[in-house]
């Protein structure tokens, strides 16, 4: 009797806690989520955050391209009612026709190319604060925790979803203050009945750091323009869901 | 019916010298200027003229004339400088003033002159006020500056000519005041034609080949059947704010107060008129006679003054007041029709057409330049550095689709890196390559997609596409320029798949 009265105060007071760090509960437009049922159960409440700031680690060309291949697949459901994007980066090699493969419509993307670490953050912050905007993302290697604050912080107040795509960090341990920290890697494709070539995009999705949530490791592939999950060949023998990290960060 | 006044003066030069050096006032001075060895009288005070001295004498004849003559030396262009200044005072009498070189101005008073009580009072105020100030002067209003110039300077009876009377008055005035050429004049004069009226009825084929198309335009300019133009000294922009500060403004607060009051005088304005701006310029009057400038683009057009305002705001770093700014000047140098507001519905409008979202590439715009926010739409070329192409506005879409049927790599390398390849035989996918040092191993492969290159643009071999999977499963986009084991075929990495 007692523990059912701790429980619910305890969840109470969860919740209050994370609305006081600006984590909302509110779902996302579509209803449906983003077709990550593993990889949503690891956030409070089991709903993926949009509305705030979300890392992707890449630390090889590789891993950048299957971290955008990635954040496209978020983006065609965020950007689902026509609405557009900002694409901020230093020296970008994303090459826009490829989004279509994604779902994206690639025209609804602006683009903007600075040099200045100072001005890539400023412009960050200012598309946080536009309310008209579904997504805005940011290539930066490295951001310190008062940075990611403030941009968290704006972020909250117009629910733009903010997405740091950090290529070759040097501080990628650094805490920050994201609401999740991902790194995606790719992973061999396979076409059924062993026929020869390539097959659709298949990525190692590592949920590194989740705020008031477990991390944990996937395997998605992108499949039919939604995504899936599919088992790994190699680790399906020995550890299912290999959980990399856990527990609360600042 | 456009109205024009013309003014004469009869002795610019020597006025506004005797006005600067009121001793020489009724003395007999000229303006000289050398021309070809000779001293020539470029202009001659009232005094001078009695005594028979007029512009185009040599000095030494005049000298003859009056031995105690006074010389002072002419600068070209100096009766401009005058008019031009003469000009600028005239605008409190209209905002349209051009100079009429050598010795005149014209004004079009058109809608100006019931402000002093009809026409007559109006040109008599003016004339009083340059009389007042020590000008010989002589004026005349008509319905065309070539009557109008006529009459200023021949004419006899009024100088107001009533409204479709050119004709009657110029009857009796001799042709020098058609304003022709020398030439022309001598030769009317030769043919006995000493007064308009005597030749204004002869069939104009007849004039035209005895005194040229010249004679033809002047007498219909005259007379208003052609159209003549004047050339105003200031031409007002049409939507232009002026702030006189009381004292000179120097601090960042006092600057965004009197943004703000421009703009609101600006964009009521504009609002009433359903205009937005698309650019504006700020000038500040700077107390050390420096002007500083300031520009913004939208967009899309707005008379919102919170986002103009900061748009300016960005820009009030590079204002540099100095010792302060007296006056600030705000023009809308560029303005286009806004869309219909319907705010809440507009608003509600996801997408690139979202307004919030045009406010938002504003700001960046005015920070960090437009030339670094790009979108890009599909253009119609395989070669994949050309299928695409930055596009001119958030506006612009494009019937052309994105090729779909092969796939492109989700980062492309701005230029193709080499590689070292193993390819087993003709056409086949290779079996490793070396990038960077590291050594992949392909497990899988597809292609070749063949690129033919744009003959017509760039010469060049064509490329090979191949997709390529490794042995830890990274993708990537190879190509071959060229036919296997050409001369000059060779590998190259273009990019990574997701």
């Not at chain 1, 449906?32 to 890449?58: R, S």
Request: with cysteine; glycine share 6%; proline share 6%.
């Amino acid at each position: 009797m007692m523990n059912v009265e701790k429980q619910e105060i305890l969840t109470r007071l969860r919740s209050q806690i994370s609305a006081a760090q600006g984590f909302k509960p509110a779902p996302i437009s579509a209803g449906k989520g983003f077709g990550l049922d593993e990889i949503e159960a690891c956030f409070p409440n089991g709903v993926f955050p949009t509305g705030t700031i979300h890392e992707f680690l890449a630390e090889q060309p590789e891993d950048a391209a299957a971290s955008e291949g990635f954040i496209a697949g978020l983006l065609a459901k965020l950007m689902e009612n026509g609405s557009s994007c900002l694409w901020i980066s230093r020296n970008r090699k994303l090459f826009p026709p490829s989004l279509e493969a994604f779902g994206v419509d690639s025209q609804q993307i602006i683009f903007l190319d600075l040099y200045y670490t100072k001005d890539i953050l400023w412009v960050m912050e200012e598309a946080l604060k536009c309310e008209g905007l579904a997504c805005a993302i940011a290539e930066i290697p490295d951001i310190d925790f008062a940075q990611s604050r403030r941009l968290q912080l704006a972020t909250e107040k117009s629910h733009v979803t903010g997405i740091l795509l950090r290529k070759e960090p040097k501080r990628s341990r650094s805490a920050t203050a994201c609401t999740a920290r991902w790194q995606i890697k790719p992973q061999p494709t396979e076409i059924l009945n062993g026929i020869p070539g390539v097959g659709n995009p298949r990525w190692e999705v590592n949920l590194l750091k989740v705020k008031n949530g477990e991390g944990g490791k996937f395997y998605i592939e992108w499949a039919e323009d939604k995504f899936a999950q599919f088992e790994n060949p190699n680790t399906k023998a020995q550890q299912p869901i290999q959980i990399v990290e856990r527990g609360l960060i600042a | 019916m456009s109205r024009y006044v013309s003014i004469y003066f009869s002795n610019l030069l020597a006025d506004y010298l005797a006005i600067k050096k009121p001793e020489l006032k009724d003395k007999v001075y000229v303006f000289t200027m050398p021309q070809s060895n000779r001293i020539m009288v470029t202009a001659s005070s009232k005094a001078a003229e009695k005594q028979g001295i007029f512009a185009n004498t040599v000095l030494a004849d005049a000298k003859a004339l009056v031995p105690d003559i006074l010389a002072f030396d002419d600068k070209a262009d100096f009766n401009k400088k005058l008019l031009v200044r003469i000009a600028k005072w005239a605008i409190r009498y209209s905002p349209i003033v051009s100079i009429d070189l050598p010795d005149g101005i014209i004004l079009d008073s058109s809608g100006c002159s019931h402000l002093l009580g009809g026409e007559a009072k109006y040109l008599e105020t003016l004339l009083a006020k340059l009389k007042e100030s020590g000008y010989h002067c002589r004026g005349a209003i008509s319905d065309t500056i070539g009557t109008s110039w006529a009459v200023a300077r021949l004419g006899k009876k009024s100088p107001i000519i009533e409204k479709g009377q050119q004709y009657n008055a110029l009857l009796n005035l001799p042709p020098m005041a058609l304003r022709l050429e020398q030439h022309i004049i001598q030769r009317l004069h030769k043919l006995g034609f000493d007064k308009i009226g005597k030749f204004v009825q002869l069939p104009a084929s007849m004039l035209r080949r005895r005194f040229g198309q010249d004679l033809l335009i002047r007498l219909g300019q005259a007379l208003g059947t052609e159209a003549e133009s004047l050339t105003p000294i200031i031409v007002k922009a049409a939507y232009e704010e002026r702030l006189f500060c009381l004292d000179p403004i120097r601090t960042r607060p006092a600057i965004e107060i009197a943004i703000e009051k421009l703009l609101e005088a600006l964009c009521a304005r504009l609002a009433k008129e359903g205009l937005g701006i698309r650019s504006a310029e700020l000038k500040g009057y700077r107390l050390d006679g420096r002007v500083t400038e300031t520009k913004i683009g939208t967009n899309q057009p707005t008379h919102q003054i919170a986002h103009l305002a900061k748009l300016f705001g960005l820009k009030i770093d590079q204002i540099e007041p100095d010792l302060g700014i007296e006056v600030f000047l705000m023009t809308a140098t560029k303005t286009e029709p806004v869309h219909v507001n319907q705010e809440k519905l507009w608003n509600g409008k996801p997408g690139l057409a979202d307004q919030s979202l045009a406010q938002l590439l504003d700001r960046l715009a005015g920070k960090v330049g437009p030339e670094v926010i790009r979108r890009y739409v599909p253009q119609a070329h395989y070669w994949p550095e050309r299928s695409l192409r930055p596009a001119v506005s958030l506006e612009e879409k494009t019937e052309i689709k994105w090729q779909k049927s092969n796939p492109r790599p989700m980062e492309m390398l701005h230029k193709p890196a080499t590689i070292q390849v193993t390819a087993p035989i003709p056409d086949y996918p290779p079996m490793n390559f070396r990038y960077k040092g590291e050594l992949h191993l392909i497990k899988k492969a597809d292609g070749p997609e063949r690129i033919e290159r744009e003959w017509w643009m760039e010469p060049g071999e064509h490329r090979d596409y191949y997709v390529l999977e490794d042995d830890k499963g990274r993708r990537y986009w190879v190509f071959r320029s060229g036919h296997y084991d050409q001369e000059h075929s060779a590998w190259f990495l273009h990019g990574f798949f997701a």
